[in-house]
Every structure is written in C-alpha cells, then in structure tokens.
C-alpha cells in the first residue's frame, strides 16, 4: 500500500494504492423478531426502484398496512431458517468473500455488504476508502439484471460515493446470467444434487424470483435472462426444464408461471416426483430456505404430490468459489 509523502503539518494521513472487492446481495433483518423484520422491511419496500408506485400513494400503504401486519409472519418466517451464525443469506455471502480473500492475499481487500440492512454498502465502502483502496469492483451477486437488484445495489453504491470527496474509481460486475462458467457451476450442482435423491423426480423446476409483468413492458431484461439461464441449462443437461417465477407481492399482475401454482398443477397432473432449485440465488435465503423448501414441498404435497426435494443454491461450495473467483478474476484485469 501506498502512502502520500510530503503532507502538510496537521494532515491526516493518507493511504492509496490498494484494489478492494465488495461482494452484495439483497439483504437480511439483523434478528428473526418482529422490530427488526420491520425496519428491514421499511428499507427494503421503500426503495423505488423495488416499488415503482409514487410515494403519496404507496407509502400510506405501507406505513398503515403492510408494517403493521407483514413483519409478524415474516419474523417467524424467518425463525424457521436462521441459524446460530445468522440468517442464511448473510452467512453464506460472508462466507463467499472469506474464501475469496483467502484466494487473492494482500492483492486485493475483499469485504461484503447486503443492500437492505447490515452490513450497509456505504459503511463498507467507506471502510475500504480508509483502508486505502483506491480502485474498488462492486459485485452485485444477481446472475440475471434487474432494476430491482442490480440497479438498486448501483443507486446505494454511487450515493455512498457521491458523498465523498475523494473517490475511488469504480467498476461494477455484469450480470452473467449467460456466462459460460455459471450454466457450468449450475449444471454441476443440480446434477450432483439430483443423483443424490433415492428417487427420480417426474419434473425439474427452475424457481426465479418473480417480477411485476410491468417491469418486462417497460424494458427490463430480468425475464428474457431467466429464460436465456434456463434455457442453457437445459440443453446443457439435456433434460428438460420447468421455469417458473416465485415470491408473488400484491395485487399486481406477475411473471408467469407462478410457482406455488405450479407445484399444484403438476401435482393434480400426475406429477408426483419433483426437485426444485432457484438459478438466481447466488446464495440461500429466506425465499429458498422457507418459501421453496418448506412452504413449497406444502404446496405440493397438499396437491396430491408424493416426493419433493430442494436442491441448495450454489452458497459458498467449491463449485461457487471457483466461479467467483473466475468472474471476480476477470473484471479486475489491469488492476491486479
């Protein structure tokens, strides 16, 4: 690392030189209670780029119903999946970048943050500013571009910057929802985790998380990447895969097909046998852990269904590291 030499009496000193690494994913209450889910969920539904309802007629609604009713069944929601270290998004996030400084040493400063709740971004960049990186790769962990996701974790990042006055150059990781090395890490866990069932499942179903349909009309590429991961993957384990879109919101209208609509369906069509994964989830979290895992295998079953298995997400295993660390890799040619 660097430091500036002749500074004036009094100045404060002034480190430069080093290359940071800032992994990003959606975010996580700090605790499995009821204040927490609801100053998360406050965060999370009042960022426009989440909700794209003017604030006049949303944050009413917000502010009268939805945080006054939602936290109390999201608090239990989330206190069927958390575990001793925390909730499985932050554990599993925080693991990625530990192992992925283990990898790159002293050439590059490697930290984590969540866009909704803590760690903050602009508290983790501003730690990486003070520790004198100065050329930083902010990596939004979502294979597949959203305005809702991707977008949003740029919003937080170029405000945290904004208000700096010296700030570091940026590069942000592209989605890499038809990156080559990611249908091959996707392929190698899901085929690993369907040989590992002692039965063979009737369908295979590709969860993504849904969307308002008006975000598809107005010029978001998220379904056309879902469709585009799906469909690689599909020839690339020449089986046949059934997509469908989870985590419906409101009374708005939704990509199609829904999942827990679909589980039922299949299951009144003779479909007795599935596994489930989610392409989209770089790591596991609630809509995996309960939603797909728990409430989904409930679906399904209620429906007539006999067998059902999730299949985890790519979380911090070998398979995702290597994959990490090849995108990572790339991105920061010609800084190290």
Not at 17 to 34: E, F, H, I, Q, R
Request: with cysteine.
């Amino acid at each position: 690392m660097q430091t500036l030499d002749h500074l004036p009496d009094g100045h404060p000193p002034v480190k430069t030189g080093k290359v940071g690494l800032l992994l990003v994913n959606l975010g996580t209450p700090d605790a499995p209670d009821k204040k927490s889910v609801k100053r998360y969920l406050k965060q999370f539904l009042s960022d426009k780029r989440v909700v794209e309802i003017p604030d006049i007629l949303w944050q009413p609604i917000l502010r009268g119903i939805i945080l006054n009713t939602r936290p109390a069944k999201s608090a239990h929601a989330y206190g069927l999946v958390w575990t001793d270290e925390g909730s499985p998004l932050a554990v599993y996030t925080r693991r990625q970048a530990e192992a992925l400084a283990d990898r790159y040493g002293d050439a590059v400063h490697v930290d984590w943050a969540m866009r909704y709740g803590n760690p903050s971004i602009a508290s983790r960049l501003q730690a990486m500013k003070d520790a004198g990186c100065d050329r930083i790769l902010v990596a939004p962990l979502y294979p597949q571009y959203s305005g809702a996701t991707t977008a949003s974790v740029h919003d937080a990042v170029f405000d945290a910057v904004k208000a700096m006055r010296w700030h570091p150059a940026i590069r942000t990781l592209p989605a890499y929802h038809d990156d080559s090395a990611y249908i091959a890490a996707l392929q190698s866990s899901v085929e690993a985790g369907l040989a590992a069932l002692d039965f063979e499942p009737d369908a295979v179903i590709a969860s993504f998380h849904g969307m308002p349909k008006r975000t598809l009309e107005l010029g978001d590429p998220y379904h056309c990447h879902c469709q585009k991961t799906a469909r690689l993957l599909s020839e690339a384990m020449g089986r046949e895969l059934t997509i469908a879109f989870q985590s419906r919101f409101g009374p708005a209208k939704w990509l199609e097909p829904a999942t827990d609509l679909t589980l039922e369906e299949l299951a009144r069509n003779g479909k007795k046998k599935v596994a489930i994964f989610a392409p989209g989830f770089s790591s596991d979290c609630l809509e995996t852990c309960e939603e797909l895992a728990i409430r989904g295998k409930e679906d399904f079953e209620e429906a007539g269904g006999e067998r059902f298995a999730y299949i985890p997400s790519l979380n911090d295993s070998d398979i995702s590291i290597d994959l990490l660390d090849r995108l990572m890799r790339r991105e920061l040619a010609g800084w190290i």
